[in-house]
């Protein structure tokens, strides 16, 4: 039996306040992996627990686990707008 090798990833996820309560979280590094939750504890408690899914997924079908790109920047841009 082959001893399976665990390792610690990190990765950078995107919590977006939501208007009517809670947190929508994004992982750069995973396009279409994304979670929610009612406050953020439980937004971090799942984004911990989709990615940890997600990863599995993609070992299971021996697919390639992304490597972490630099860390987003998130900025506010201000403009004038005639509306």
Known sequence: MKKQV???LSYFAVFEPFEEGGYGVLFP???GCVTFGK???E???KAKEVLELWIEELAA???EIPKRKARPIIDE???VASI
Do not use: W
């Open 39 to 41: 406050d953020f504890e």
């Open 29 to 31: 590094d995973f396009p």
């Open 43 to 45: 937004a971090r408690k």
């Open 6 to 8: 665990q390792k610690v």
């Open 77 to 79: 841009v201000e403009i």
């Open 61 to 63: 079908y021996k697919q």
